[in-house]
């Protein structure tokens, strides 16, 4: 919680979760290994419904609510987004769906989707499914010292793997989420389980040697974990080389010193009453607190700092407590009410946990499923006897290619629906991650990285699409790469500082010549302002989504506009979408911008066309004329 708050001391917070694969590994295996000694067999149905009991009741309280704020709450979650994160928490899978969507967790702090530390409860769900088979096999065929020895093969696969995926190129997300390189810390937690069986207790308890020993190396560990969590974050290639499962050797020296010496000073610490109670309730408090973060945020709460912290901490130990009390222990309490009906009773709440989250789904799929928007909302063209300025009928349109990054791409595809009936045709060219400066150095929103690189050559390209098209109008459509961070002139600076600016116009210069070699006017719209979708861990706005990098950059625009005067003009697109000032979603019922707050929904393409294509055609039409000269009178 302290790491998703954006405490400074604790940038390796992350960590507590494999603090908890460790415990989780060991606890689960201390339990199968009682059950098998006195039953001589593992009975999965009962240990897969004691899990269901456990973990199901409060996920799916948390995914309704979510679900429904997703479809009513103004300007809340995107329902497809909330839809898709919601089925993948509900099947456990979470943590791979993350890996194929590329939803990098060091860089989504106040993320769109408040499910992505569920990824954590996948991997634990994956182990529950398919440990207890593993040791059943194990444990019949090797014994007790086997399945040590099983789970310590796995775990020093699992943590070879990870190490070999790292060296060899594999990203941070799919290291970081996967259940193959982060089972390492959950074998741990097994291997000592397997080795602390009850005379191994006797024996060290008899030892007092072995007691100080013990507490020695415990207190060292515990020491090294703290350093860790103040220490390694997510990004260090230390944790990747091994240091997942240095910590969680560390964990199980404190785990141990906890199982064999109730006397030591830390055992005592650790067992203090507030301990203990926040973890009969931390389930609760994180299952609660990623979504209770993106929820309460700077522009919700008016608050930010140590305030926000405080209200944000305030609001997962209530839900937290409320959740454990109303939900959680009732659920694991219940027990059949009588002898004879029990069998009955028994299915019947097996049946259950089957059913619930099969109910969830399909309230899921029927919430968050949201109607397009009316074809009444989004006007219609004009006519078929309609004729663009110039003299372009539909037969004969302008040619107008939209260049840029994936805002023109995404706009641009709205626009090209029948926009022969505007007198136009659209050659959609924009591309993603276009950045006019793509050798540069970039700081994106914390990840230090080379530019984007969706257009490399972007002198040469555009000439090429200028020279294939021959269009009598170019619309350009960039910025959202141009407001990042940038290693320029020896240091960070960004758009807004004299130099970096100076630099950027140039650049907008030299693209006004490419593009404009054949005599095409050329259109730039301002870019439009972006909602705070993503916010620095302490809930204040990364500086990318600021109003004042936008305004910077158009500024920019209207300055490189400016020197090309007869050749370059400027369509406030920003005012046209954002009328009040600020970023709006919506214009009446209509949806402008997609569900990520950023781009252009298709419907928002659609609904510019009767403002923006006639202004477009009328700007082209000089070109177009002069490729069309009228025959002399």
């Known amino acids: 919680m302290a790491f998703h708050a954006g405490i400074p001391w604790a940038a390796g917070g992350q960590l507590g979760v494999d603090v908890f694969f460790v415990l989780s590994g060991f606890l689960v295996t201390s339990l199968l290994l009682a059950e098998y000694r006195v039953e001589g067999t593992i009975r999965f149905g009962r240990f897969w419904v004691r899990r269901a009991r456990r973990l199901l009741p409060a996920l799916l309280v948390l995914l309704l609510v979510l679900c429904a704020y997703a479809r009513w709450a103004p300007s809340g979650l995107s329902p497809g987004l909330i839809r898709s994160n919601s089925l993948a928490t509900l099947c456990y899978v979470a943590n791979w769906d993350y890996i194929l969507t590329a939803q990098n967790y060091f860089t989504a702090f106040g993320t769109a989707s408040p499910l992505l530390h569920t990824w954590s409860l996948a991997v634990e769900e994956q182990f529950y499914l398919v440990w207890p088979v593993i040791a059943l096999l194990a444990l019949r065929r090797w014994g007790r010292r086997g399945l040590g020895w099983a789970a310590a093969g796995l775990g020093l696969t699992s943590a070879g793997l990870c190490g070999a995926l790292y060296l060899g190129g594999v990203s941070e997300t799919a290291l970081y989420y996967g259940t193959d390189t982060r089972a390492q810390s959950l074998m741990v937690g097994a291997v000592l389980a397997a080795v602390l069986d009850p005379a191994g207790r006797r024996l060290a308890s008899a030892a007092p040697r072995g007691g100080r020993l013990i507490g020695l190396t415990a207190t060292a560990a515990a020491l090294g974990l703290l350093y860790c969590f103040h220490s390694l974050d997510g990004r260090q290639p230390l944790l990747y080389l091994g240091g997942f499962l240095l910590v969680a050797l560390m964990t199980a020296a404190v785990i141990t010193l906890v199982v064999l010496c109730p006397a030591h000073p830390l ?243 030299q693209l006004i010549d490419v593009v404009s070699a054949r005599g095409a006017e050329v259109v730039f719209l301002t870019l439009p302002y972006v909602a705070d979708t993503t916010t620095l861990p302490d809930g204040s706005p990364w500086d990318i989504n600021l109003p004042s990098r936008t305004d910077a950059f158009n500024a920019d625009v209207r300055s490189a506009v400016a020197a090309h005067r007869g050749v370059a003009s400027v369509i406030d697109l920003n005012r046209m979408v954002d009328p009040s000032g600020h970023y709006q979603t919506f214009i009446g019922p209509v949806r402008i911008r997609s569900y990520d707050k950023e781009h252009f929904a298709l419907s928002g393409g659609m609904y510019l066309r009767p403002t923006l294509l006639p202004v477009l055609a009328r700007l082209g039409a000089p070109h177009y004329q002069a490729r069309h000269p009228r025959p002399s009178s």
Not at 315 to 335: D, F, K
Not at 459 to 487: H, K, M, Q, S
């Open 267 to 509: 055992t005592r610490l650790l067992a203090w009453g507030p301990a203990r109670h926040i973890g009969r309730i931390s389930y609760g408090l994180y299952l609660y607190h990623w979504p209770l973060f993106w929820l309460l945020t700077v522009d919700r709460t008016g608050l930010h700092g140590e305030a926000l912290l405080a209200v944000r901490l305030a609001a997962t130990l209530a839900v937290a407590e409320a959740s454990y009390h109303l939900i959680e222990r009732p659920v694991r309490a219940w027990q059949p009410p009588t002898a004879r009906p029990a069998r009955i009773t028994q299915l019947a709440a097996r049946s259950g946990f089957v059913a619930a989250p099969l109910g969830v789904v399909a309230v899921l799929l029927a919430v968050t499923s949201t109607p397009a928007a009316s074809a009444a909302a989004i006007a219609p063209p004009p006519g078929p006897g309609y004729v663009a300025a110039g003299g372009a009928t539909r037969a004969d349109p302008q040619r107008v290619m939209v260049i840029g990054d994936s805002l023109a791409l995404t706009l641009g595809a709205g626009l090209l629906v029948d926009s022969g009936a505007w007198g136009v045709t659209i050659a959609n060219d924009g591309a993603l991650g276009c950045d006019l400066d793509p050798q540069s150095t970039v700081d994106m929103k914390g990840v230090v990285s080379r530019a984007a690189q969706g257009c490399p050559n972007w002198r040469t390209v555009f000439a090429r699409l200028v020279e294939r098209t021959n269009p009598d109008l170019v619309v350009v459509l960039l910025g959202r790469w141009e407001t990042i961070d940038r290693f320029y002139g020896g240091r960070w600076t960004s758009v807004g500082s004299p130099a970096f600016d100076q630099h950027l116009r140039e650049e907008l210069s």
